[in-house]
């Protein structure tokens, strides 16, 4: 296939071609045009080498473990060498395009880039600013991907230009060693404000887009706290610098991981309660410990990282669950946040596990492994985990049983502490590796845990965790308890659209499944949502569903079960030994209270 489409750039400057390839790079320029319709255009100039060039647009991004079409944006691509002669080119997959170059000439590709998925935080263009993650825009070739690369930005004058990249020769010109480093270095690009800071002898920044109700001052009084956390675990600090990129949006929400900075994405108006805050800054400290635990070390098959297919590996509950573990402890040690707020958080997440039922069902080494195909809803609910959630419990209760097997001498932070030491990239540790860690720790084999609770689905005793550290876990004096069908919908004009039902709970006994729509109860049409009609009804009563299934009316026999008006939470137990008292000290990191 051979086009003819004119380049969106000008060609570069002879001096920047050099005949040694000790001086070889690659060279990339975004030009931002026309950003009210999200459009780019790219130009890449690539060294000389064989007859063929093969340039790729990665299918994932890191932090995301989920192909993606990141090249169906893609348009108006076209090839060119240094003389300006244009090159024969065809596309052979969906991100990929094989060139036929002239001999001993550089590789000029050009092409156009539709940006507009902020919420997936790989690409995205407006009139206002660029969020520029590499995998959504730049091509790379494996031959060249080890050679230093800079990005040369042509945007709007009253815009500014922020990365975690090194700073190049103008204020939105960029250097990296590798593609690696400019594929995990997002720049933010626009109209933002920008603070800078010390800590240290570390020079770190806060960028944020968008207008909302955040307050600056606190976001940075705390950030201050939390970086000086990372020692608490780690020997060392992997950078010298570091970004904090912060997006105020309408829309998208969530946050990646980063060489040595972090995007997060937030409601406009979601920054000044103070639950909300706590998301916030638990965000920032989830991506600060990332700096090590995925960007400092991570498991064999995320290393070097395959950027056009799956990285598979049984680890992803250390890479993201104890990266979950970990921020909210910097932020109890950091003092940023409360004890109360931390048990708070605690409770949470203990009673949304055991109101899974996947955690009977697949282990953590299992969901690992296929967390690219675990695309959520109902059925994810009912037969899967979570790396996230999960991985946080498991890591607390082998944090737990560190401490107490111990006396307080030793804790998971070691093992963390000595992943970084031992298999600092571009090694790559093994599940094997970690049971050893755990034993030279330790002293102890943890062989049999690890069996029946990582590669197992997990049987955890909260209560006896809890009790270890002076602990306890019970639903609060007020409760009471309702009836309750285990299942969810959207209630609309009468009907109830289901969306969820429990395995084995009573909806599930009854046939109930997801889509079906429930119309009445005992005959009776639903006049209200779901949940506040069955106030009605006591535990164990049964009740008639009438409900359609393919438009078709259907009715069975519900027998409903019983479920908390309040769920559990963690409070202090009555007297604490001074063992328990000791070993709370030693997982926290602060002295036991006297009052929550």
Do not use: C
Not at 581 to 593: I, N
Request: no cysteine; glycine share 6%.
């Amino acid at each position: 296939m051979k086009r003819f489409i004119p380049a969106f750039l000008p060609f570069a400057t002879a001096s920047l071609f050099y005949t040694s390839p000790v001086f070889a790079k690659v060279d990339y320029q975004l030009t931002i045009a026309q950003g009210e319709h999200h459009l780019g255009n790219v130009s890449a100039e690539f060294p000389s080498g064989s007859e063929q060039l093969i340039v790729k647009l990665p299918s994932w991004r890191t932090g995301r473990y989920e192909l993606l079409n990141m090249a169906n944006g893609i348009r108006l691509f076209s090839a060119q060498d240094e003389s300006g002669k244009a090159l024969n080119w065809q596309k052979i997959d969906s991100n990929s395009w094989q060139i036929s170059t002239t001999p001993n000439q550089k590789v000029k590709i050009s092409y156009q880039v539709y940006a507009n998925e902020l919420g997936m935080r790989s690409r995205h263009i407006d009139d206002s600013h660029a969020f520029i993650d590499a995998s959504g825009f730049f091509m790379f070739s494996e031959a060249y991907r080890d050679q230093k690369v800079t990005v040369d930005l042509n945007v709007p004058s009253d815009w500014r230009s922020v990365s975690g990249m090194d700073n190049g020769e103008h204020a939105h010109q960029f250097v990296a060693d590798n593609y690696d480093i400019l594929v995990d270095s997002p720049i933010e690009t626009g109209i933002n404000k920008l603070f800078k800071w010390q800590v240290d002898d570390r020079d770190y920044e806060l960028v944020v887009w968008g207008q909302g109700n955040y307050d600056t001052d606190k976001m940075i009084t705390d950030l201050k706290k939390l970086v000086k956390t990372g020692s608490d675990i780690w020997h060392a600090y992997p950078y010298k610098r570091y970004v904090f990129m912060v997006h105020a949006t309408s829309g998208a929400r969530g946050a990646t991981e980063h060489l040595n900075s972090t995007i997060i994405q937030r409601q406009r108006d979601s920054f000044r309660e103070r639950d909300d805050y706590i998301g916030f800054i638990t965000t920032a400290s989830h991506e600060f410990v990332h700096t090590w635990n995925v960007k400092g070390y991570r498991p064999q098959g995320l290393t070097p990282y395959n950027y056009t297919d799956h990285n598979y590996t049984d680890l992803l509950w250390v890479a993201e669950g104890s990266t979950s573990y970990f921020d909210d402890l910097l932020l109890i040690r950091g003092d940023i946040i409360t004890l109360k707020e931390y048990f708070k958080g605690l409770s949470k997440n203990i009673n949304k596990h055991l109101a899974r039922p996947g955690r009977e069902i697949q282990s953590a080494s299992e969901t690992s492994f296929d967390k690219w195909i675990n695309q959520g809803g109902d059925h994810d609910t009912n037969f899967s985990t979570n790396i996230y959630s999960e991985g946080a419990l498991l890591s607390w209760a082998l944090d737990v049983k560190l401490i107490s097997d111990s006396n307080g001498d030793v804790s998971y932070r070691d093992v963390h502490r000595a992943l970084y030491k031992d298999f600092a990239l571009p090694k790559g540790f093994t599940s094997g590796d970690v049971k050893a860690i755990l034993k030279a720790v330790s002293g102890n084999d943890y062989t049999e845990w690890w069996q029946q609770n990582i590669d197992s689905p997990a049987t955890l005793n909260f209560d006896d965790m809890l009790n270890t550290v002076g602990l306890r876990f019970d639903y609060p004096k007020s409760v009471s308890f309702k009836a309750s069908a285990d299942l969810s919908g959207d209630y609309k004009d009468g009907q109830v659209f289901i969306n969820k039902v429990k395995r084995e709970g009573s909806a599930w006994k009854a046939g109930l499944t997801t889509s079906d729509i429930i119309v009445a109860i005992n005959g009776k049409r639903i006049s209200e949502p779901f949940d506040k009609y069955l106030k009605r009804f006591k535990p164990g009563q049964s009740i008639d569903i009438s409900y359609f299934r393919r438009d078709t009316l259907h009715s069975t026999k519900l027998v409903l079960s019983e479920k908390a008006s309040s769920p559990k939470v963690i409070s202090l137990v009555k007297k604490p030994s001074r063992k328990q008292k000791a070993l709370f000290k030693a997982w926290l990191g602060v002295d036991y209270p006297k009052s929550l």
